[in-house]
């Protein structure tokens, strides 16, 4: 009986070698992927999952990363606790050294520090609250950009673009800024009133809201009696709906209407409140950029993914979505084509020697990441220097990038907004 | 000028769609003495119902209301049934927690069935009506026909009926009624079913003017409760002056101080109304103690 046994155990062992030997050969390189998959995030949560599927499948579809095939891991991470135990999940108990994700930032926040606390290279797609990569973090890299540039964008275009149409000097423009007072509008609103400042400009209205407000009667009299020439909004989708609605019910007319991001750059928008959604602009990651910016291998790529998505979702990505396809696909081909051991510590050192030019992206980005080498207190590392932001504009068709000249896919229409009767 | 007329007439016109929101709380408050915390996903059940009424058939939402009233009704005696009526006969505190955890329930299984997203129907009216620069919208105004209308009939039913005068003595004395050969059980199922039909009514009136989530229910639900107690629990023109109230208070608040505070200034109005009227405006004394569970 012993004999057999033992014979038995050798005869395993030796077949679980055999089977090993060829497998390290070609081993998939294996990356845990941290998106809210269920919950209130879900549906742009799928939305960037799908996009990173489509990355996916390009890469190994080219024969994967020097012949090894690139293997996602799911992890979901629909609130910031569950984001935390997914991380330590997939780190521990699957032993994964890479993750990416996040989408929304609260849960970037957390992924990044579960990922960090084991010592693994964190590659973060969207997230853009500023505190990510300001904890001192040695393996979390923010691809896209941070919260602040969302305002800055839309104030650039106000400055350097619609200024110039609306035939007005900048310092005659009456500017409105209306934000709801939890974290996300807060911040990107006191962002804004920093920037208009920093430029010499005085806001002729600055206030916060509830987003939970069942009533926007207030908000917009007093909007209608300041009567500004443009409004930036901070809003979430359902506060939007509310506000647009009763701009229509109030008459309440601007020369033009700057979201940001969050609730005006929701595909839901224009289900909800039909084509009166056409002509509002959306200070966010653009959701296409003039082919003409990208050198001619990413126009190749972008051509592809975007026949792919739309493919697939029956739309044309939205921007969280396009940048999520974006960061990883620089992560197949930038990053790890260049590791040879892919620890955390080599993917740092090829991440910070990145150097690439505007447009080498799909989404129109470089890359270019800070090292605790940039003004900022506390020091940035791992920011992304070159992440691409601009104003893309509500159409009939879909959506066109307006702002910068060198992303845009078409100058604004629809400058000044027509008056709600004409609309 | 205008300015303050337009803040008084949309918020009593909100006001109104606030009030026909809460006469179903106060109808089941004034005769189970139940509060019923699931009331704000009661509303978001049927304003989904309304708006997949509406998507499905291609009918203006308003013709829901023949679909989502009696399946409102059915829905409320059900819970009656499992529920309420169960948890009845316990101490006061269960009832408390079976409608708060029925709460969390429906609006879990809410988020699984039909996600986060946000649904809509397209307007009803092209444009808002503009009388000597004050605007109003055609769906508000409808709102506040169907509320007045709502409390009228309401109250002839509880004062010229027998089963409204079953009710009121079901109120006064649930014992002495039992006495009178008042079968008070079905009495409450009744209520509570009635309570939850005008909830379906007041979805139809919604739909068209709010978009409908899961969560949509917490928005409104606490606004609900203060008109409730404003009223006087129990008192359905009670309800209907206290839905004016938060309205008006709640606009005029926002614009003149500032928008963040508009809830902030209609709790101050609650907490003051508690600290001198315990009762609400319109309340009877000892209303909130008639008939509980001891």
Same mark, same amino acid.
């Given at each position: 009986?012993?004999?057999?046994?033992?014979?038995?155990?050798?005869?395993?062992?030796?077949?679980?070698?055999?089977?090993?030997?060829?497998?390290?050969?070609?081993?998939?390189?294996?990356?845990?992927?941290?998106?809210?998959? =269920?919950?209130?995030?879900?549906?742009?949560?799928?939305?960037?999952?799908?996009?990173?599927?489509?990355?996916?499948?390009?890469?190994?579809?080219?024969?994967?990363?020097?012949?090894?095939?690139?293997?996602?891991?799911?992890?979901?991470?629909?609130?910031? &606790? +569950?984001?935390?135990?997914?991380?330590?999940?997939?780190?521990?108990?699957?032993?994964?050294?890479?993750?990416?994700?996040?989408?929304?930032?609260?849960? +970037?926040?957390?992924?990044?520090?579960?990922?960090?606390?084991?010592?693994?290279?964190?590659?973060?797609?969207?997230?853009?609250?500023?505190?990510?990569?300001?904890?001192?973090?040695?393996?979390?890299?923010?691809?896209?950009?941070?919260?602040?540039?969302?305002?800055?964008?839309?104030?650039?275009?106000?400055? &350097?673009?619609?200024?110039?149409?609306?035939?007005?000097?900048?310092?005659?423009?009456?500017?409105?800024?209306?934000?709801?007072?939890?974290?996300?509008?807060?911040?990107?609103?006191?962002?804004?009133?920093?920037?208009?400042?920093?430029?010499?400009?005085?806001?002729?209205?600055?206030?916060?809201?509830?987003?939970?407000?069942?009533?926007?009667?207030?908000?917009?009299?007093?909007?209608?009696?300041?009567?500004?020439?443009?409004?930036?909004?901070?809003?979430?989708?359902?506060?939007?709906?509310?506000?647009?609605?009763?701009?229509?019910?109030?008459?309440?007319?601007?020369?033009?209407?700057?979201?940001?991001?969050?609730?005006?750059?929701?595909?839901?928008?224009?289900?909800?409140?039909?084509?009166?959604?056409?002509?509002?602009?959306?200070?966010?990651?653009?959701?296409?950029?003039?082919?003409?910016?990208?050198?001619?291998?990413?126009?190749?790529?972008?051509?592809?993914?975007?026949?792919?998505?739309?493919?697939?979702?029956?739309?044309?990505?939205?921007?969280?979505?396009?940048?999520?396809?974006?960061?990883?696909?620089?992560?197949?081909?930038?990053?790890?084509?260049?590791?040879?051991?892919?620890?955390?510590?080599?993917?740092?050192?090829?991440?910070?020697?990145?150097?690439?030019?505007?447009?080498?992206?799909?989404?129109?980005?470089?890359?270019?990441?800070?090292?605790?080498?940039?003004?900022?207190?506390?020091?940035?590392?791992?920011?992304?220097?070159?992440?691409?932001?601009?104003?893309?504009?509500?159409?009939?068709?879909? &959506?066109?990038?307006?702002?910068?000249?060198?992303?845009?896919?078409?100058?604004?229409?629809?400058?000044?907004?027509?008056?709600?009767?004409?609309? | 000028?205008?300015?303050?007329?337009?803040?008084?007439?949309?918020?009593?016109?909100?006001?109104?769609?606030?009030?026909?929101?809460?006469?179903?709380?106060?109808?089941?408050?004034?005769?189970?003495?139940?509060?019923?915390?699931?009331?704000?996903?009661?509303?978001?059940?049927?304003?989904?119902?309304?708006? +997949?009424?509406?998507?499905?058939?291609?009918?203006?939402?308003?013709?829901?209301?023949?679909?989502?009233?009696?399946?409102?009704?059915?829905?409320?005696?059900?819970?009656?049934?499992?529920?309420?009526?169960?948890?009845?006969?316990?101490?006061?505190?269960?009832?408390?927690?079976?409608?708060?955890?029925?709460?969390?329930?429906?609006? &879990?299984?809410?988020?699984?069935?039909?996600?986060?997203?946000?649904?809509?129907?397209?307007?009803?009216?092209?444009?808002?009506?503009?009388?000597?620069?004050?605007?109003?919208?055609?769906?508000?105004?409808?709102?506040?026909?169907?509320?007045?209308?709502?409390?009228?009939?309401?109250?002839?039913?509880?004062?010229?009926?027998?089963?409204?005068?079953?009710?009121?003595? =079901?109120?006064?004395?649930?014992?002495?009624?039992?006495?009178?050969?008042?079968?008070?059980?079905?009495?409450?199922?009744?209520?509570?079913?009635?309570?939850?039909?005008?909830?379906?009514?007041?979805?139809?009136?919604?739909?068209?003017?709010?978009?409908?989530?899961?969560?949509?229910?917490?928005?409104?639900?606490?606004?609900?409760?203060?008109?409730?107690?404003?009223?006087?629990?129990?008192?359905?023109?009670?309800?209907?002056?206290?839905?004016?109230?938060?309205?008006?208070?709640?606009?005029?608040?926002?614009?003149?101080?500032?928008?963040?505070?508009?809830?902030?200034?209609?709790?101050?109005?609650?907490?003051?109304?508690?600290?001198?009227?315990?009762?609400?405006?319109?309340?009877?004394?000892? +209303?909130?103690?008639?008939?509980?569970?001891?």
């Amino acid at each position: 009986m012993r004999g057999i046994e033992r014979i038995g155990i050798i005869l395993a062992s030796l077949l679980l070698a055999a089977a090993s030997l060829p497998a390290k050969a070609q081993e998939n390189i294996r990356i845990g992927v941290l998106l809210p998959l =269920t919950g209130p995030l879900a549906k742009n949560g799928l939305e960037n999952w799908e996009a990173m599927q489509i990355a996916r499948d390009m890469i190994n579809e080219r024969g994967g990363i020097n012949g090894r095939k690139v293997e996602y891991l799911q992890g979901d991470a629909n609130t910031p &606790n +569950a984001a935390i135990s997914e991380t330590e999940r997939l780190i521990t108990k699957d032993g994964i050294k890479i993750t990416t994700g996040s989408f929304a930032s609260p849960i +970037a926040i957390a992924v990044s520090q579960a990922a960090e606390r084991h010592g693994v290279f964190h590659w973060e797609t969207t997230g853009a609250a500023e505190v990510i990569t300001r904890r001192g973090f040695k393996h979390t890299f923010q691809v896209g950009a941070p919260a602040r540039k969302y305002g800055q964008a839309a104030v650039d275009f106000i400055l &350097n673009d619609l200024a110039k149409r609306l035939n007005k000097p900048v310092d005659a423009l009456k500017i409105a800024l209306l934000w709801e007072n939890r974290a996300f509008g807060k911040s990107v609103g006191d962002g804004i009133r920093a920037y208009t400042q920093s430029k010499g400009i005085k806001l002729a209205y600055d206030e916060g809201y509830d987003q939970t407000a069942t009533d926007m009667t207030p908000i917009v009299q007093k909007l209608k009696d300041v009567a500004p020439d443009i409004v930036i909004a901070i809003s979430f989708p359902n506060d939007a709906i509310l506000f647009q609605r009763k701009a229509k019910e109030l008459d309440f007319n601007v020369a033009a209407f700057i979201g940001v991001s969050a609730g005006y750059s929701s595909p839901d928008l224009r289900d909800s409140i039909g084509d009166s959604v056409v002509g509002i602009c959306v200070a966010d990651f653009p959701p296409k950029v003039n082919a003409a910016v990208l050198t001619p291998e990413t126009k190749k790529v972008a051509e592809e993914f975007y026949k792919r998505y739309e493919a697939k979702l029956k739309r044309p990505p939205a921007g969280h979505a396009a940048a999520g396809f974006s960061a990883v696909w620089a992560l197949f081909t930038e990053v790890l084509p260049k590791a040879k051991t892919f620890e955390p510590d080599e993917l740092r050192e090829i991440a910070l020697k990145l150097d690439l030019p505007e447009g080498s992206l799909v989404n129109g980005s470089g890359i270019k990441f800070t090292n605790f080498d940039w003004p900022d207190d506390p020091k940035d590392a791992g920011q992304n220097l070159r992440a691409s932001i601009g104003v893309w504009q509500w159409t009939k068709a879909g &959506n066109e990038e307006v702002f910068p000249p060198e992303l845009a896919t078409q100058p604004p229409i629809m400058v000044p907004l027509p008056d709600w009767s004409k609309r | 000028m205008n300015t303050i007329f337009q803040l008084v007439i949309s918020g009593l016109l909100i006001g109104s769609v606030y009030a026909l929101m809460s006469i179903g709380l106060t109808l089941i408050f004034g005769v189970l003495r139940v509060v019923n915390f699931a009331h704000g996903e009661f509303l978001m059940i049927a304003m989904y119902g309304v708006w +997949a009424f509406s998507r499905l058939l291609g009918l203006n939402p308003y013709f829901a209301a023949i679909a989502v009233v009696p399946a409102m009704f059915l829905f409320g005696a059900l819970v009656y049934r499992i529920v309420i009526g169960a948890a009845l006969a316990k101490p006061h505190l269960v009832v408390v927690f079976a409608t708060m955890g029925l709460s969390i329930f429906l609006q &879990n299984v809410a988020l699984m069935a039909m996600t986060a997203d946000l649904r809509d129907v397209p307007p009803i009216f092209a444009r808002s009506i503009s009388i000597g620069g004050i605007f109003i919208k055609g769906e508000l105004l409808l709102g506040f026909i169907v509320t007045l209308l709502c409390t009228v009939i309401l109250q002839w039913v509880i004062k010229h009926t027998f089963l409204g005068k079953a009710i009121r003595a =079901t109120v006064q004395d649930g014992e002495a009624a039992k006495l009178m050969g008042i079968a008070v059980p079905r009495i409450f199922l009744i209520t509570f079913a009635a309570g939850s039909a005008l909830v379906g009514l007041a979805a139809c009136v919604m739909v068209p003017l709010f978009s409908v989530f899961p969560t949509v229910g917490l928005n409104f639900v606490l606004i609900a409760f203060v008109i409730v107690v404003l009223g006087g629990m129990g008192s359905i023109e009670g309800a209907l002056l206290g839905g004016f109230c938060v309205g008006v208070v709640q606009s005029v608040s926002a614009y003149y101080v500032a928008p963040a505070f508009g809830q902030l200034f209609f709790f101050l109005l609650f907490l003051l109304v508690m600290i001198f009227r315990p009762n609400g405006l319109f309340g009877q004394k000892g +209303a909130a103690t008639l008939g509980m569970n001891e």
